[in-house]
């Protein structure tokens, strides 16, 4: 019988621990070099010579699922892209995260995942492809990097099955070949267990700092997510860890200072930095980090309190649970709001079982098995160690998805895709080598059998997108289920293909996912994988112009026919009115913009697509303003700067509820003619509601009243060099 966790060369094990494998010594200096080609090429010495060739297929075949195509999906989302183009040209929009280059306002997270965009595109020119391949390339370090980690303490065909778990992940498969800030993010988060795994195997200190490091780089791609694997870091080495508990303790209050320092030194630099020369801080209504990183991207999305947030500055529930005001508005879900309903089972609804659960409860199943199996182990053992470290990721992350009240997407779960891929892969190792005793075959067997049903179950969600695949993921996941009930008693040379042939069902109704999402062009801010399920909108492809595209808005609530024309008189150009309950300040503050487009919810945060009239207009004289138009909300203006290149005024932020600029500053801006062209009809704006300002309101009301429009692409554009009467005042 193959031992679980294979023993290595020199020196010995760890004497508290002597199941575990003992790090691999140094070679002589003078065949290090020659030992070391050998173990890339070839891999460690006690690898099966199929391993390495089959990590470097999983690597390349992960490379052309993410990189493929990878151009359809244009600027995808455009909010991150403006923020890229702005960093290629200005560094201190590089280092802030500006929305522009002119660094009016910033994005509302953190920039380090823009920075590897905007090198790329410092070096190759801005387009798609500089911009989305290294999103592309860090799914592929993701998944190398997973195998490694696995691979220390596990068998090569678990760290395989791992990798191949993460890169066939639907909503991994969307988000590595997407700009938001979750690839940069997943790949850190992996980072961190993998320098938490070398720390475990000997105590020493370098690796917690580095682990610690990695930690606070998280924050710096998308602020408090990261944390969400804290626990389970901290808990592990203060279980597994080989010094004596004190050591342990002050090793892991000197991993939180290095986790400070990597985040706190740029957090700084932005506190200390004058605000009169640094762009406003998007999403907070201070300006401050601070307050962005504790409320709208801190406790805000817990508790739902997110002053300024879509679900808090814009939209509100009326009577009887309904949006936008009562029978009139829009129906939304009851309980939930408009984020789909919390609970244990969200991560299986249909908003989020297409993107991450496929393999969600044969994870929890093996998880549950390796510390069962592992319970009366030494402290310091590595197997159990490693159960409790992806675990308590898994666990902890998915609660929080699961019972969060505040905004939430369902392309956040792509955080659990390491955690599920370990599991599943490490169970799997741990049952297999076991399978000669009745109970673990019989374990194995149910995993399989209860996965390829919970398939089918989804797949039944899109029941039109080929339904043989939906019957023949059920049949052979049945029939091998009741083969691997048999392996007890085969031989290996049997038994082997019988384990492939199970790890191939269990992958084929994921990968197709995930096959299908990287042939579809994603755009907007809230991309979904797969293709069309029952209870979405869409599955995210391109979708129609302005309004809601796909009609589809979280957690099911759809568009009303009529509406109450009152609330969305705008059709295509997504305006609307409101009364007390709907919108404030009549048709500017529609959900839509000219030119939406992209499929499900992706549509609903997308873009302008300007005309070349338009786009003529913006450029003509471009050099003598410091922006060249002004908008309401980051993504109105995000596709006018990226179609022509010359920095655009996002006022109020992403939501347009960010007081800034104030009316004074606006006013101040046009009179120094540093603005060429407000353009109205569209963008978020109002605000309130919440607390989050309505000065975006404010400003476009003064437009409107002292400048004249002319109308191009069914927008309103206003020439604010060129006052209609006498200015008015405020």
Known sequence: MTSTLPTEAPPPPDPDNPG?????????????RDSRRRRVLRGPADDPAWARPALYALLVATGVLYIWGLGASGWANSFYAAAVQAGSESWQAFFFGSSDAANFITVDKTPLSLWPMALAARIFGMNSWSMLVPQALMGVAS?????????RWFPPAAALLAGAVLATTPVAALMFRFNNPDALLVLLMVAACWAMVRALERGVTTWLLLCGVFMGLGYLAKMLQVLLILPALGLVYLIAGPPRLGKRLLQLLGAAGAMIVAAGWWIAAVELWPEESRPYIGGSQNNSILELTLGYNGLGRLNGDETGSVGGGMVTRGAGGNYLGGPAGMPGPVGGGMWGESGVLRMFDASQGGQIAWLLPAALVLMIAGLVITARRPRTDRTRAAFVLWGGW??????????????????????????????VGMGAALLWERRRRAWAAALLAVTV?????????????????????????????VLAAVALVATSRLAARIAVPVGVVAAAVALAAPAAYAVNTAGTPHTGSIPSAGPA????????????????????????????????????PGGAQGGAQGGPQGFPDGGMYGFGGRGNAAGGMGGLLNGSAPSEEMIALLEADADSYTWIAAAVGSNRASGYQLATGEPVMAIGGFNGT???????????YVEQGRIHYFLGDGGFGGGARDGSSQVSAEIATWVQANFTARTIDDTPVY???????TTQGS
């Not at 494998?21 to 002589?28: G, I, S």
């Not at 919970?454 to 019957?471: E, F, H, I, K, T």
């Not at 009303?560 to 024309?565: C, F, H, L, R, S």
């Not at 020439?719 to 009467?725: C, K, S």
């Open 20 to 32: 575990s494998p003992a790090p691999v010594a140094d070679a002589p200096d003078g065949t290090a």
């Open 143 to 151: 998944v190398a990097l997973l195998y490694a980690t696995v691979r």
């Open 394 to 423: 898994l666990v902890v992350t998915a609660l929080t998805f699961s019972f969060m009240q505040g905004i939430f997407h369902a392309y956040y779960t792509v955080a659990l895709a390491p955690a599920i891929g370990a599991l």
């Open 449 to 477: 059998g209860s996965t390829a049903v919970w398939a089918w179950v989804l797949l039944g969600r899109s029941a039109d997108w080929y339904p043989w695949l939906r019957w023949t993921v059920l049949i052979g996941g």
């Open 533 to 568: 399920t029952q209870g979405m909108g869409g599955g995210g492809g391109r979708g129609g112009r302005g309004g809601f595209p796909g009609g589809g808005f979280p957690g099911g609530g759809q568009v009303p026919p009529n509406g109450g024309t009152q609330l969305f």
């Open 658 to 668: 960010d007081p800034a600029p104030s009316l004074a500053q606006f006013q101040e």
């Open 719 to 725: 020439d604010l060099t060129t006052p209609a009467t």
